[in-house]
C-alpha cells in the first residue's frame, strides 16, 4: 500500500512546480506518508486500488492538508508580525483548492489572518466553489449522484 501510494503521489513532485518550492507541500506529503505507513504496518493490510483503500486515503488527504494548510497561516501571520519572507498567497489558495479550505478558515478565524484583504477573499471564496464544481464533476462523471 505505501508502495503504490508513493508511486501515485511522487510523479507530482516533479510535475507541479509550487511543490517543489512550498514546504508545507512537503509537510503535506511526509504526513500523509506517516499515515500510510501506519496504516499498512499496524493496523490492517487493504489492497491497493480497492474501495477501502480509497476512503482511508480519503480521510487522511483531508486530514493532513488541513493541518498543512493551518500551519501555512499560521507560519505566513508570524512571519507578518516579524516582516520576514511571506508565503505566497497562490500557495495558500493552492492549498485550500486541494481541499484545505476548513483548515484555512478556522486559520483565518484563530489568527485572525487575511480576513480583511478582499482580494484574498474572494479569490478563497472561488476556490471553495471550484473545488465544490470539481468534486460535483468527478461524481457525477462516476455515476455517484
Known amino acids: 500500500m505505501l508502495i503504490t501510494f ?15 518550492r512550498n514546504r508545507f507541500f512537503i509537510l503535506y506529503f511526509a504526513f500523509m506518508l506517516l499515515s500510510a505507513y501506519i496504516t499498512e504496518n499496524y493496523y490492517f493490510r487493504v489492497i491497493a486500488f480497492s474501495y477501502k483503500a480509497f476512503l482511508i486515503f480519503t480521510v487522511y488527504h483531508l486530514f493532513c492538508i488541513n ?28 492549498l485550500e483548492f486541494l481541499g484545505g479550505w476548513p483548515g484555512a478558515f478556522i486559520a483565518q478565524k484563530i489568527f485572525r ?11 478563497f471564496w ?7 464544481a470539481a468534486i460535483y464533476i468527478i461524481l457525477s462523471y462516476l455515476k455517484l449522484i
Open 6 to 20: 508513493l508511486a501515485v503521489l511522487t510523479p507530482f513532485l516533479a510535475l507541479i512546480p509550487p511543490l517543489q
Open 67 to 94: 493541518l498543512a494548510t493551518f500551519l501555512a497561516y499560521g507560519a505566513d501571520k508570524r512571519a507578518a508580525r516579524n516582516g520576514d519572507w511571506r508565503i505566497p498567497e497562490m500557495h495558500l489558495h493552492a
Open 113 to 123: 489572518h487575511k480576513t480583511k484583504k478582499r482580494s484574498f477573499q474572494v479569490m
Open 126 to 132: 472561488l476556490m471553495l466553489f471550484l473545488e465544490g
